[in-house]
Structures are given as C-alpha cells and as structure tokens.
C-alpha cells in the first residue's frame, strides 16, 4: 500500500487532553471518492469533499483507529491543517507510475 507520513501543525487533542499529530495517508481511490460524495451533504465544497476523503485515506492519527477517524473530527481541526493533507495527498499523487510508463 501507498503511503505517506507526516505531522500536522497543531494537531487534535482528544477528551482526555491527549495530542495527536503523526498520521499516514494512503492513496485515495474511486471508492473513496464514491463514498464521499455519498455522503457530504449536498452541494458540498471541494474543502468538505477533501475532508470526506482523507477521512478515509487516513490510515493513522496518532494513536487513533481508522475508525475514529471521520469527517466530523477532522472539522475540528484548525484551518491550517487543510494545507498539510493536501499537501501529503499531492506527495502521494508524486509517488505514482503513469500508467504509459508500464
């Protein structure tokens, strides 16, 4: 599996006051995609869309679970952490072979 690590600026502290900001992000595919626009509200924004997505490309958050991580958590986080995923996001488009290359 394609992934790439890193760590966001500010993070997410938990209820327990717990801080987490190492995460690794897999490759986002059509699935994943799908399941977004399934489920973002109507009309959503590309912002909202991406959140859907790495919600579920998000392999890790510190020691949370895949499952605990979703779009509503991450609309918690501080704005300027849009800028890291998609940042991570871009790196992992990087790391692909075009498919004419083969």
């Not at 992934?3 to 993070?11: A, F, I, P, Q």
């Not at 997505?53 to 949370?64: N, P, Y």
Request: aromatic letters at 8%; a negative charge; hydrophobic letters at 45%.
């Amino acid at each position: 599996m394609l992934t790439v690590k890193g760590t966001l600026l500010y993070g997410y502290v938990d209820a327990e006051g717990k801080a987490h900001a190492a995460f690794e992000m897999r490759m986002p595919t059509l699935e994943d995609m799908e399941w977004a626009i399934e489920n973002a509200p109507e009309g959503a924004s590309p912002a909202r869309m991406a959140r859907y997505i790495w919600a579920r490309t998000l392999v890790s958050l510190g020691e949370l679970t895949p499952e605990q991580i979703t779009p509503e958590l991450l609309a918690g986080l501080h704005y300027g952490e849009y800028n890291v995923l998609e940042a991570a996001e871009v790196e992992l488009k990087g790391k692909l072979t075009p498919a004419s290359a083969a």
